[in-house]
C-alpha cells in the first residue's frame, strides 16, 4: 500500500478546521477523483473529494481511518472496486472487501445514508465484463439484503449503447476513465438516488 502514501498524506493534510463543512464524501478512485466539476455538479451539498488516484477498494478500506479524521457527513458516495479485478483479484475478494467498508463507515459516521456507484463497463476492461457483472451483484444483494442505511447506483447497464457495449462518448481516450459527459451521467444518477 505504500505507493499510495503521497496521495494519502496530501489528503490528511486538508485543514482540519474546515472538515465539518462538508455535507458529503465522495471516496474512492481516481474515477473520482478526476471529477474536477464535482462541487459546481452538486453545488448545494458541500462535496469532499477524498478520492486517490488508482486506489482499489482494498486500500480504500486500509486508508480509511486515516483519512476520514474529523468529518461529519450527512451522506457517504463510494466508488472502487474495478482496480481490484484488474489488479487479478476475484469478485469474490472484493465483496469482502465492500463488507469491511461497511464495518468501517458505520463505526465512524453511524447510519449516515451510503451510496455504491456500480463498477462500470469500461472500455479498456470489457474482456473482464462478467467478473465485473458478478461484482456488482455480489455487492448489490447485500445491500438489498440488509435493507438499511447503504444504497446501490446502477451506472453499468447505462454506460452501455445500443449493442450492450461501453458507450465510447461516456470515456476519456484511456478508454477506463471517465469523459465530461460521462461525469454528466454519473452526476445525474447520484442526484437521482441522492434526492
Partial sequence: MYWYEDE??????????????HSILFYGSSSLR???SLKMD??????????????TLAACVWFF??????YS??????????????????PEEVYIFFLQLMVKVEAR???VPCYFISL???LSRWHMAEQFKYTNILIESEIIKRSGNWHFIDIFKKMLDRSGKPDPTYYDQDGLHL?????????LLIQQKLG
Avoid at 457527513?73 to 476475484?90: M, W
Fill in 179 to 187: 469523459s465530461p459527459k460521462g461525469y454528466q451521467l454519473w452526476k
Fill in 8 to 21: 494519502v498524506r496530501h489528503l490528511e493534510e486538508i485543514p482540519q478546521g474546515g472538515r465539518e463543512a
Fill in 65 to 70: 481511518d486515516r483519512i476520514m479524521v474529523g
Fill in 120 to 122: 462500470k463497463p469500461s
Fill in 34 to 36: 478526476l471529477w474536477h
Fill in 73 to 90: 457527513p450527512q451522506a457517504f458516495v463510494f466508488y472502487a472496486g474495478d482496480n481490484d479485478l484488474g489488479d487479478g483479484r476475484n
Fill in 42 to 55: 452538486f453545488p448545494t451539498k458541500t462535496p469532499c473529494n477524498l478520492a486517490f488516484g488508482g486506489s
Fill in 109 to 111: 459516521f453511524g447510519n
